[in-house]
Structures are given as C-alpha cells and as structure tokens.
Nanobody, 132 residues
Framework: EVQLAESGGGLVQAGKSMKLSCSTS????????VGWFREAPGKEREGVAC??????STYYSESLKGRFTISRDKNTVYLQMNNLKPEDTALYYC???????????????????????????WGQGTQVTVSS
C-alpha cells in the first residue's frame, strides 16, 4: 500500500522557518517524483516544489523560489521554508507520481494546474499557520 505521511506543520511567527517532512512507503522511491503542494482557504491547490528521483533535479514555483527548498534523504522528502509570511498559511500536501513531467508541470505552472488533480498519490496534509 502506497503511503505518504506529512509532518512538521504547526503555528509559527512571520519571518521564522519551518521544515516539513514527507515520509513515503509502499512504492519504489526511485521510480517516482515527489512534490509539495499547498491549499489555502478559499484558494485552489497550487504547486510548491518537486524533486525527481532520477537525478535529484528540483523545481519550484516561481513565486516561492528562494525561500523554500526541497530535499530528500532515502524515502523522505523535506520542505525547508524560510522567512515565512502570513500568506504561506495553508494545508501542505506531498504527492508522488511516476510521471515526472506531469509533476514538474504542476509545480512550475504560473496558475494552479489542472494536472494537479491527476497526480497518483497524495498524503493527508499538514497545516502550516503563519501569524503576523
């Protein structure tokens, strides 16, 4: 059974940092790309960052590049978030897909991509709340 489990969310003050973890199991990690997405109240789910298993290439939403960093260690993918802002408040999800191109497009699209709805596996999400 494929499982993705996010952790590390919580309440943080603006300007601070937070690191999320996505622990994966039930699939061959080397065959999948893994990404982070977020969904704020009243907004569509949007891409944040992804990492490819083939060569470790990373891709980011243009608006978040520079503040967020994705990394991996064995079967866990991390999202380091720095200089957090109240507008970063959202439910953060990780997703895995065997089609790296689909995942990359869902991340780099300047508007929420319809391909997000077709990604193969999702976690339950972890809430991040940034107070001003």
């Amino acid at each position: 059974e494929v499982q993705l489990a996010e952790s590390g969310g919580g309440l943080v003050q603006a300007g601070k940092s937070m690191k999320l973890s996505c622990s994966t199991s039930g699939f061959t990690f080397s065959n999948y790309a893994v990404g982070w997405f977020r969904e704020a109240p009243g907004k569509e789910r949007e891409g944040v960052a992804c990492i490819l298993s083939t060569d470790g290439s990373t891709y980011y939403s243009e608006s978040l590049k520079g503040r967020f960093t994705i990394s991996r260690d064995k079967n866990t993918v991390y999202l380091q978030m720095n200089n957090l802002k109240p507008e970063d408040t959202a439910l953060y999800y990780c997703a895995a897909d065997s089609r790296p191109g689909t995942l990359v497009r869902s991340i780099v699209s300047p508007t929420p991509s319809p391909e997000i709805g077709f990604l193969e596996y999702w976690g339950q999400g972890t809430q991040v709340t940034v107070s001003s």
